[in-house]
C-alpha cells in the first residue's frame, strides 16, 4: 500500500471528508476521491444490523439486517494509523473517537 499516495490523496480532498463514526459508506465514495483500492478493501466489510440503537438503516431509513461498506469510523482510524501510527484513541464513543482521528489526520497533513 502506497502510504505516500494516501497521504496526497487526504492533502487533496480532506475538505470532502466528515468527521463521522457512525455512518457506513459506499467503498466507491472513497475510491472516487482516489484512495487505492488496497486501503479502501481492507476496510470494507458486511455490517450486521442489531436492535434498536444498534440498527442499521438505508438510505430510505428503512432498517436491513446488513449493510456491505466502509464504516466512517474505520476510515479514521486506518486513516490515522497512516499518517501517524504511534497515534491511538482511547476515547469511549464512535464520534468521540472520529473526532479525534479526525484531528490528528488534519494536524499531520498540516491542515490543522
Known sequence: MD?????????????????DGHTIMDPQFFKELGYPDEF???????HVSGEQKYAIYDND?????????VHYLDFWENLSGV??????????????????????VE????EA
Do not use: M, W
Open 83 to 104: 499518517c501517524d501510527p504511534s497515534f491511538s484513541s482511547y476515547k469511549n464513543g464512535r464520534g468521540f473517537r472520529a473526532r479525534e482521528y479526525y484531528n490528528r
Open 40 to 46: 479502501v478493501d481492507k476496510i470494507t466489510h458486511v
Open 61 to 69: 431509513g428503512e432498517p436491513v439486517k446488513q449493510l456491505g461498506g
Open 3 to 19: 502510504k505516500q499516495q494516501i497521504i496526497e490523496t487526504t492533502k487533496k480532498v480532506f475538505k470532502e471528508l466528515s468527521c
Open 107 to 110: 494536524h499531520a497533513i498540516g
